[in-house]
Structure formats: C-alpha cells, structure tokens
C-alpha cells in the first residue's frame, strides 16, 4: 500500500536532463528548410531533371541526400520489449537511506532526480498491440549527480527462468514460430508451451502470467519490479541485500481478457495514447519506490533462495519501506531519439548499488551493452543523448562509429605523465565505485544450485493469495492458452505441471480442455538437465512457503476509490435532457475522471435551444475503450438510444466487463434493451431519480474499478 505521503504531487514540467537535451532540440517553426549541409532548399516538390520529361540527374545532391536518409531510416528493433512508450520525469526521496547505502540520490532529500522511464510489453514486434497477454517491462534510468542508474524490471516480482543461459531458449519458445512468423505477440501458441511445460522453474512465473497483472488497464496502474536481489553498499563498506518495488498510486489495475483482446482491434495504442493523454493532460502518473532490506547474515533465513529470480520475498516476512516518489510529468519530443534510442543496462549502477550472484543477473549484465552495439550501431550509443549521463564523462575511451565527444589534449592512456595522470582514479572518498569485496570460494562448475530446486511452492503462494474471482481468471487464461496449443501432448504435460500448484486448479483447466489431470505428473518433469545429468538429479523438490497467503500479490486489495483519469462514455441522442447531461459531466470532471459524449453521429446533440457538442460517434467509440457508461434521460434521446444496436451491444459489453453503468431514472427503457434488463441491478449499476445521488453512486462505484463478482451472473 502506497504510505500517507503519496499526496498527488504539484506540477512539474522539467528536469535538469529535460533542460539538457535542450542544446540537441530542433524545432523548424518559422525557418527556411535547409540540407543537413545548411544550404537553403528552393524546390522540395521535383527532383533535378534533364528537361521537364527527362531523367532525373545524378548531380541533384538535394535528391540524393534526402532519399539516402530515408532509405536508412530504420535500426534494429529490440530483440525483446521492441514495442514501448516513455515518459520524462523526477524521483524525490522521502527520507536518507545512508544506513544501507551510499549512493548520493538516496542520501539526500534534497535532489530532484532526473529519470526516463519505458515501459513494454515483451514478445510482441514495436507496431504490434499494447494489450497481449504478456509481461510488461519497466525500465528506469535515474540521471543521478554520480552518473546513470538503470533499474531494468518488469510489472512482476519474478522470472521464468533462473540462469540467463536459458534465455535465448525461452525468447525463441515465445516469439512468433520461426516458420510462418505466427502468431505476433502472443504465447497461445505450440513452441511456448512446449518449452514451459518443460521447465517447471518457470511455473511460479506462468501463475502470474495467467493472472490479470498480464492484462493491465494502464501502464500507470502496474507495479514495478527490480526482480532480482541487487546488493546496496553504505559508506563503511558494509552490504545488505535489496528487492526493488515500485508502487503506483492510482492502484494495480487490470482490464478483462475478452476485453484485451476487443482493444487490440479498436485501439492497439491504448497504452501508449493513455499515458501520453494522462502526462499531457497534467495527471501526472506516480509510483512510490520501495525497498525490502535484508541484512547479509540473514542471506540462508528463507524457504526460498535470494539469489533464485523465481521467487519473491513475501512482504508478510519483509515489508516494503517507502523510500521516495517518482512522477512522470513530460512527454518524449521525438519518439525515435527518445524512446527508441534509450538504452538501459542493468549493469549500470552508481556507488551504492551492486550485483548479487543471482545467475539470470549475471547473464544479463553481459546482454545489455552487446545488444545496444547492434541496435544503436557501436560503442557511443551513451553519447545520444538520451543516454548521456547530467554529469561530465572523462576517461581513455576514443574514436568509434558516430563518435560525438572531442576529446582536448594527446593523452588517451592510463598512467601518463604528459597528462598529468589524468583524468584521476576516483577514492573511494570521492565516490569512487569499488565493487563490493564478496568471499569466493568456489570450484568453477556448470551447476544450479539445490536450493533453487521448490519450482511450486511459492506459484501456490500466489495462486491461494488470489480473490475468487482472480483464480477464475487464471482458470480461463490457462483453458484459453493451452486452447491454442494444437499438440495434445503438451496440454497434457502441463496439466501435470499445474497440478503441483493447485490440484483443483489443473482440473478445472482439464475440463475446459476435455482432458484428464495426469494421476502422477509425468516424469522426469524437468527435462533442462545437462547431457551426462542423471534426470533424477534435476527434479522438482517439493517446498512449502512460510507463508500460505499474501494480501500483496492479489490485486483485490488495491488502492480503489480514485477515478482521476477514468474514462466515462455518455451515451446519449437529440432530445437529451441536457441539464442531467451537464450536472454528470461536471460531478465527473470534478473528481478528475474524463467523460465523453458518445452519440449515433458527431456534430451536435441538441435538446430545444441548447445543445453539447459530441466527442465520438458510436462508429469510433467503443466500450471497450471505456471504464464506465452513462445513460442520460430526455425523451427522445433515449428511445434513440434503445432502438440503436451499437449502443445497446455498447452497454451489453460494458456490462459483461463488468464496469460501472449508471441510468437516470426516465432512461430506463434503454436499459431494458439491454441483455442485463431483467436483472436485478448489481451494485455497479445505479439508477436514481435524484441527479446529486446519481452522480455520488456513479463515481463510487467507477471507483471500484471492476465489479468482477458479476461475472458469476453473467455465466
Ligand atoms: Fe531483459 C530488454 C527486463 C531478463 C536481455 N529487459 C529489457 C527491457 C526490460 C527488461 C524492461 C527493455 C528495456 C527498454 O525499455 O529498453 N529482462 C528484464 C527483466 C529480466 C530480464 C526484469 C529478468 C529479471 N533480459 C533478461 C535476460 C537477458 C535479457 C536474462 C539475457 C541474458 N533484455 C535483454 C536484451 C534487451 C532486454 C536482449 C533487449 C533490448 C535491450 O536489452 O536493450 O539485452
């Protein structure tokens, strides 16, 4: 739960890396157009040719240099998280953290940190939907006065594998099938399933996967996760482990599965155009950034390992502090120098921070630089300058493709004299960073260790810490996913799978699938097992969790009651009574949600003299693309709208979405059009004559975000 200080945060609109990039800003208002040489262009329109119908001559240098730009134009998309949206923005902190680490921009609650953060989803190309079901990255990059930290998570706690060398394996097992690039942005397919059913380390991942956190209503209503256990470091060189949590203030919310897949179609941007519309529109999106503390000679303290990226620490064993705020609070200028060329590394860290052993963290710390090479074309992608640090570089480094910086002097070596040794080594008093001195002592083997071997214990955890209605969900995410798998073998295997998280679970799976549990999982169950390994050896070994439920890992228990940013389709005609219109509007408005008026046609909807202008008609609207309706009354408005089957089948999937609906009285007839008209109203519907109550009731129940519990009725 975010602390009492998570008030919304006043305005700001800059940052000192916002005001950096100013020097790099182009903006062509009121100039003349040039070449990339600065020579004034006099014809845009025709290309230089030998007479009106001759060709076009090589001499035209104007041609040549804008067709060769275009046709370069394009770089690698990211082998994974291509598609992503990001915004500018600040971290405070709340109060210093020098008991645990150095690292200045946790010290001082003084400094406004500069961040830029990306979010993601993770399979899908950069032009597919926002709405797969799929992991969503969250990547931070804080300019920090000691140089750039990057916190490179996700919108879940854990992975789904535990050493990085299986990740080529599982991104090529997701990604569209290398035959016929099928299916984009999904993992209802064979290779997926295949290659999980095969890796029980990933199944407390698959959980949270099949939950509703893989379907988010809005990238600023996730979670974030540094995933891994870092290490922080304070000033005496003394080390604690930490998980990294980000909290959002609006709460975790998540949308319907039927819904997704509604809004990839009408709207495959929504995330995107959400949180853009939210920074633009001055809701500022907000997280609390958390820390769990753990002190180094309680590392062995847990049923689980700390180094295992498959598990999370249960906040019933170490609660979440709340260390700082981060606010989002400007828009990218230019998608492309922005936020496709950020490069975040999770091996960027500032004194303070450092690593821990975990296998999947050590892997990536090679991943990150090697694929920016590719991506942005060498080694002085840090000198673009989204990635430029706010702080001065100086080292020995030279030269290279694009290279931006020039270097003063003839030294470029360390130690040199004609330099004057310079630039200097940093003391560990002056910040230097000095990795943190861990006690090895080791034989150099290829090995797991056992005590990352409970594969279950903790995806239970998450599974009975669901709300009924959440379980449902995971029910028919599994039902819908291994639907799609078209060899039965690999349902089959992991039904058994499922089955060592939840034996009620996997049937009711198997029912939708027509198949039975298997009796006894197939065995070997794992089948990552090196080639001289006795299968035997490499099995699941059966664990329980300290702790049976956590109030934390179900969304049910989220922030609810704020509807800033929600929003509202009024669904109304001519002859609308037009007062109730406005009275709803400004009740909504003041509450910060967003109504809109939805009408057969665009224009206007009069009602005698007076009239509201339309903000979308029921042809581009969909209800999808709204957390809750309004039927207003007025006499013919409604009858329009209860003879108009886009708005009846509008309130029908607002409905079986489980969203709010309000009618005023007299607009009853709409609402027995509807498939919900016999119904006795549930509490996310309210009808009332009196326009003040109305409006209370209304925004009460959008507060509520979902009444998911009518989907029992629905059935
Ligand atoms: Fe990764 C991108 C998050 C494991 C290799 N990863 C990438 C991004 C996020 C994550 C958010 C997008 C950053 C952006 O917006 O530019 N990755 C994670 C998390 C992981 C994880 C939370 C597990 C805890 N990743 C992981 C492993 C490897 C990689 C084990 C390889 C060993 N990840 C990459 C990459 C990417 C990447 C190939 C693609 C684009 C990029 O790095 O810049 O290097």
Redesign the pocket.
């Given at each position: 739960m975010p602390s009492k200080k998570n008030k919304p945060t006043e305005k700001i609109t800059a940052s000192e890396k916002v005001n950096e990039l100013s020097a790099d800003r182009e903006n062509s208002a009121g100039q003349l157009m040039t070449t990339n040489t600065g020579v004034k262009v006099n014809d845009d329109q025709n290309s230089l040719k030998a007479g009106e119908r001759g060709g076009t001559l090589m001499e035209d240098f104007i041609f040549r240099e804008k067709m060769t730009h275009f046709d370069h134009e394009r770089i690698p998309e990211?082998?994974?998280?291509a598609r992503?949206s990001a915004a500018h923005g600040v971290f405070k902190l709340y109060k210093p953290l020098s008991e645990f680490t150095r690292a200045a921009f946790l010290n001082d609650t003084s400094i406004e940190t500069p961040v830029f953060v990306?979010f993601?989803t993770v399979a899908g190309s950069r032009g597919s939907t926002d709405l797969p079901r799929d992991v969503r990255?969250?990547?931070v990059k804080f300019y920090t006065q000691e140089g750039n930290f990057d916190l490179?998570?996700?919108n879940m706690p854990v992975?789904f594998i535990q050493d990085?060398i299986k990740?080529p394996d599982l991104i090529h097992a997701v990604k569209p099938e290398p035959h016929n690039e099928i299916p984009q942005a999904a993992s209802a397919h064979d290779t997926f399933w295949d290659f999980i059913s095969l890796m029980p380390e990933s199944t407390h991942m698959i959980l949270w996967l099949m939950s509703d956190r893989a379907i988010p209503r809005s990238l600023r209503m996730m979670e974030g996760f540094g995933?891994?256990t870092f290490r922080l470091v304070n000033d005496a060189g003394k080390a604690c482990f930490v998980k990294f949590h980000w909290k959002p203030l609006l709460g975790v919310h998540s949308v319907a599965w039927d819904e997704a897949q509604k809004i990839s179609g009408k709207d495959p941007d929504f995330h995107r155009r959400d949180l853009w519309e939210a920074i633009e529109s001055g809701n500022f999106p907000e997280w609390e950034f958390g820390v769990q503390i753990v002190k180094e000679e309680d590392e062995m303290s847990f049923d689980f390992d700390l180094l295992d990226?498959t598990k999370l620490i249960p906040e019933e064993l170490v609660p979440v502090i709340p260390i700082g705020k981060m606010t989002l609070n400007r828009n990218p200028d230019n998608f492309f120098a922005e936020t496709e060329q950020?490069?975040?590394h999770v091996g960027h860290v500032v004194p303070g921070i450092d690593f821990t052993n975990d296998p999947?963290l050590q892997?990536?710390l090679f991943?990150?630089t090697d694929?920016?090479l590719i991506r942005l074309g060498g080694p002085n992608f840090q000198e673009i300058p989204i990635n430029r640090p706010v702080v001065p570089v100086h080292n020995n480094q030279r030269d290279g493709f694009m290279r931006q910086t020039i270097n003063q002097g003839k030294t470029s070596y360390h130690p040199n004299s004609i330099g004057g040794g310079c630039p200097f080594q940093a003391k560990w008093a002056e910040q230097g960073f000095a990795s943190y001195a861990e006690r090895i002592d080791a034989n150099k083997v290829r090995a797991r260790s056992k005590s990352f071997f409970d594969h279950f214990s903790q995806a239970t955890l998450f599974y009975n810490s669901q709300s009924e209605a959440e379980q449902e969900h995971i029910v028919n995410a599994f039902s819908f996913e291994l639907g799609k798998v078209e060899i039965v073998a690999i349902r089959q295997r992991m039904l058994g799978i499922i089955s060592q998280v939840d034996q009620a679970l996997a049937e009711k799976v198997a029912f939708n699938l027509g198949l039975e549990v298997p009796k006894k999982p197939e065995q070997p169950m794992n089948h990552s097992i090196p080639a001289d390994g006795n299968p035997k050896d490499f099995q699941p070994v059966p664990g329980k969790s300290a702790v049976e439920r956590s109030a934390a890992l179900s969304m049910a228990n989220t922030v609810k009651g704020d509807i800033r940013t929600r929003k509202v389709a009024v669904l109304a005609a001519d002859g609308v009574d037009i007062n109730a219109v406005n009275e709803m509007m400004k009740a909504l408005t003041a509450q910060g949600a967003v109504p809109e008026i939805v009408a057969p046609r665009l224009g206007v909807i009069r009602h005698k003299n007076a009239s509201l202008p339309v903000n979308k008609s029921l042809l581009t609207a969909a209800s999808v693309l709204y957390d809750a309706v309004y039927v207003p009354g007025g006499e013919s408005s409604v009858v329009t709208i209860a003879g108009n089957k886009d708005a009846i089948n509008f309130l029908n999937e607002a409905y079986q979405h489980c969203k709010a609906i309000a009618f005023d009285t007299d607009a009853q007839v709409v609402w027995e059009q509807t498939s919900f008209g016999e119904m006795f109203p549930d509490h996310g519907i309210v009808v009332e004559e009196d326009p003040v109550k109305l409006a209370n009731r209304f925004i009460g129940a959008i507060g509520r975000h979902r009444f998911w519990e009518r989907e029992a009725e629905i059935k």
């Open positions: 990211r082998v994974v998280h992503g990306r993601s990255g969250f990547a490179v998570g996700n992975f990085a990740f995933v891994h990226p950020v490069a975040f999947l892997g990536r991943s990150y694929t920016q």
